[in-house]
T-cell receptor
Framework: GAVVSQHPSRVICKSGTSVKIECRSL??????MFWYRQFPKKSLMLMAT?????????EQGVEKDKFLINHASLTLSTLTVTSAHPEDSSFYIC?????????????FGDGTRLSIL | GQNIDQPTEMTATEGAIVQINCTYQ??????LFWYQQHAGEAPTFLSY??LDGLEEKGRFSSFLSRSKGYSYLLLKELQMKDSASYLC??????????WGAGTKLIIKP
């Protein structure tokens, strides 16, 4: 079945570091990918919708200069957390939906646990 | 506004049956998903309903009533590994996925 690969799975770094997270659809093309953030014991929070070849659509309250998204190909989207601080520590999850199949389930990556010291 | 409601937490006994309800008010409807999420892991797809009725898949079944804005996930023969959060998500008229807050299911021996 369809698979989404996300890495790294865990990052621990110092405050002020920029961290890049990759999300790849392995056996399908994804015009649209989604980036979520999840705090402990809370539900998924959509941060932004990544669109191949165009600018990402950010949800209200999400700083686009802080969370840079690039979707340069139909199989890869990246999220860069710039100048990360301890409050950015969280579980980040990407998902992808196969192009042309809006009613199909999103396939999730395994998530990235980001810890900023 | 768009809203999805599901209970915060439920407790059930191993071997029993549990029903997790989800009600929604969204701008349009293009289907409803149920996902399972174990602690510290990403969600995994369980079921999809777009027409009224019951969809059965092994120990899990999902029901939809579009006129009532209501769905439930039914889990039979509960196992300890079913302890997880169950997320209800609705596809709205713009094909955006609207997520519920999730129901934490605790299974006791």
């Amino acid at each position: 079945g369809a698979v989404v690969s996300q890495h790294p799975s865990r990052v621990i770094c110092k405050s002020g570091t920029s961290v890049k997270i990759e999300c790849r659809s392995l056996d399908f093309q994804a015009t649209t990918m989604f980036w979520y953030r999840q705090f402990p014991k809370k539900s998924l929070m959509l941060m932004a919708t990544s669109n191949e070849g165009s600018k990402a659509t950010y949800e209200q309250g999400v700083e686009k200069d802080k969370f840079l998204i690039n979707h340069a190909s139909l199989t890869l989207s990246t999220l860069t957390v710039t100048s990360a601080h301890p409050e950015d520590s969280s579980f980040y999850i990407c998902s992808a939906r196969e192009s042309g199949k809006e009613n199909q389930p999103q396939h999730f990556g395994d998530g990235t646990r980001l810890s900023i010291l | 506004g768009q809203n999805i409601d599901q209970p915060t937490e439920m407790t059930a006994t191993e071997g029993a049956i549990v029903q997790i309800n989800c009600t929604y008010q969204t701008s349009g409807f293009n289907g409803l998903f149920w996902y399972q999420q174990h602690a510290g892991e990403a969600p995994t797809f369980l079921s999809y309903n777009v027409l009224d009725g019951l969809e059965e898949k092994g120990r899990f079944s999902s029901f939809l009533s579009r006129s009532k804005g209501y769905s439930y996930l039914l889990l039979k023969e509960l196992q300890m590994k079913d302890s997880a959060s169950y997320l209800c998500a609705v596809v709205d008229s713009n094909y955006q996925l609207i997520w519920g807050a999730g129901t934490k299911l605790i299974i006791k021996p």
